[in-house]
């Protein structure tokens, strides 16, 4: 009784037990063709389609009874030119998406004076001696000294065109005083305007500038997702639905192209779930304009209302209305943030 095939081991056309390590091995057709070619002379007739049969043979991929040929693996179905465009364009848009979405989430800008008081070891006077809880900010406004603003760009001042009630602090670790509903992230070690959470997958914050990129590759991922899942479905198991064929698929390990088909299918699945529960909580929010670092302050401090069995935490201060609050979202970096006169000069 023959021993059984490792995953690396296959018999061949020959009827040989051959090894994928020793695909290059005793490949006198390939060698011959080599050696004419070099030589500049004609290879004699049916030499490229033995090298190409023997190619063939050869070139297979690990697998459980034994190495497999790749046409074996690759799965087959009916998948028309239009499907493969759509899944292309989907992945692509995607990609685009996500790329934009690792680019500047809307860092605030670091005071340079603040840097060469630093170096010249002098104190900041200009962040002492508050009396309202602002640290630098003086009763008329304006921040306290220009030793610590005159590189922020207007985001260290409270202007008199800002709401009241609308809270800013100050931040130690950049020195400025931060807009409303900005934000410092240890992990960037910077404050980023309208901070929603530190995405660790595109290692980058999510905040004003790139939060509709961050949604929008969501969106493409999920969609492409669906439908590749669906395609695929509808080939392994032809007659029902996608969500039926998720889990009563029979004949889906028959052959090593279903199976490894439908194993894929399964494992997307798992992730397109969570990626949908992140993309739901995020519209969630969206709808409520209340980001992911607010819902998180108003839940230590017990400021907010739990909502639609706990997925959205409602904190009622920017709250304006799903469709003000869309909108609100969609003109998201639209316009440059205003700078002071003082600033200008």
Known sequence: MEE????CEYVDRRGERNHLAACCC?????DEGCERWLTCKSLPPGALERI???VADRVRVPWFAGAVKIKEVVPRGHVGHSQVVALTGGLVLMLAALSRAKKDPGYLPIPASDEKSSQRGLPNKGVRGSSNGLHGITPSGAAGGRAVNGETKGY??????EPEGVKKDWCTKCQLVRPARAGHCRLCGRCVRRLDHHCVWINSCVGEQNHQAFILALSFF???SVYGITLTLHTVCRGRTPFVALFYCPGAYSDYSSALSFTCVWYCAIVTAGMGYILLIQLLNISYNVTER????ALRDNTGRRLLGGLVIDTGQYNRGFLCNWGHFLSLGSSPPQRSAEDIV
């Open 4 to 7: 059984p095939l490792c995953c």
């Open 26 to 30: 005793d490949c006198e057709d390939l």
């Open 52 to 54: 190409a049969d023997t």
């Open 156 to 161: 260290s001042r409270v202007s008199a065109e």
């Open 222 to 224: 999920m969609l492409t």
């Open 294 to 297: 607010e819902a998180r302050l």
